[in-house]
């Protein structure tokens, strides 16, 4: 399986570099531009910046994971295939279809989010009522995290490529190593050639197209990870290295909910910031940079002491 996924990012960085510049003029053509928020007037000068940067990713990671032809790759793939679908809709097809829009309403989204899981479930030959809830579960809450993510120059790659590292750092670790590997190793390639593109000052943003489905895979490998016969000798120690591993997302995903929740409900905020925490930050003062590096560091951090729980509690 280390073979297969060092193959895969091989491949997968020899792709997106050559195809790098000619995804960036295409998107550029197609017009497919940030639309910020009228709330986030600290991101005004990145109105009209190119969107769907992602595409460059996509492809290297689907190439790549073609190179290491598995029949256990089938399900990430297909999230890759549909979530990419998705974002697409989102960046590019609505807005162009409907002008004003900031894309899909988030019931449809949530719908083909969920039919896309639904469907690698299917695809996987899971039929557990507890193992499908988890499989949606994780996938949906890493999908829509990274995608929370994606929007400050140089954060999306930064998180990706610190979350992909230690999630693959703890399969080591503990010795449970998911067939999703292969696809993380070909995307954590591809961030290179994106990155170059996206670092301060951005090019272009990654956008829904790449971010929801690189959320999702990680999300996937998650499930794979914990699914696997040997991932029960280790108990809590895995959940609580995963659970670390995973703080920067969880503080992403779960302020802006509970934030419109309580907006709807009492007509008043929750949190005194905005959301996602890294506009609260901007809010109140910080530097786009600082804000940035504070997270990617922050996952750095967390990863590392992920793995270090791994190989203290595996069978290193």
Known sequence: MIKHALLAGLVSLGVSSLFAPIIFKMIKAMKS???VSEHLPQHAEKQGTPTMG???ILLGAIVGAFAAPSV?????LVLIATYGLVGFSDDYLVPKFKPGSRGLHWVPKLGLEIGGVLLAVWIAGLTQPY????AVFLVLMFGNAFNFADGLDGQAAGLGAFLILGLAGVMYGFGTYSASLTVLA???AALIPFFILNAPPAKVFMGDVGALPIGAVLGWAVFDMVSLPEAADHGIWLWTALGVWSLVMLAEIVPP???VFS???RKKRLFP???PIHHGLQDSGWPETRVASLLVSLQAAVSLIAVAIAVAKGPL
């Open 131 to 134: 193992q499908i809830a988890l």
């Open 186 to 188: 070909a995307i954590l």
């Open 263 to 265: 907006f709807k409900l």
């Open 257 to 259: 909910p509970l934030q």
């Open 72 to 76: 256990d790759l089938l399900a990430p």
């Open 54 to 56: 992602g595409l460059i």
């Open 33 to 35: 531009h940030q639309n």
């Open 273 to 275: 910031f905005k959301t």
